[in-house]
């Protein structure tokens, strides 16, 4: 199945893009998502432990089942002040 990445703030710097497509097997959850982007993107692996993931504008835990077609967003903590 297909779903929509959506990528923010320090992980959209480090990949340098803000969006992409990926294939996963049917039945994944986020935790496989998780996986296949520790593996794919060994740049942001570091970052994943602390990212919130939404799917469908909805926040979502790793066992959130995904479906064909889902837009996540990948959302690192944000500081300022």
Do not use: C, H, W
Request: aromatic share 8%.
């Amino acid at each position: 199945m297909k779903v929509n990445l959506l990528y923010f703030s320090s992980i959209k710097d480090r990949l340098g893009k803000s969006r992409e497509e990926v294939e996963l097997p049917d039945g994944s959850k986020i935790s496989d998502l998780y996986k296949l982007l520790e593996e794919k993107y060994p740049q942001i692996a570091e970052s994943l432990p602390s990212v919130m993931f939404a799917v469908n504008e909805e926040y979502a835990d790793r066992n959130t089942q995904l479906k064909e077609g889902d837009t996540v967003a990948l959302i690192p903590p944000v500081s300022g002040g």
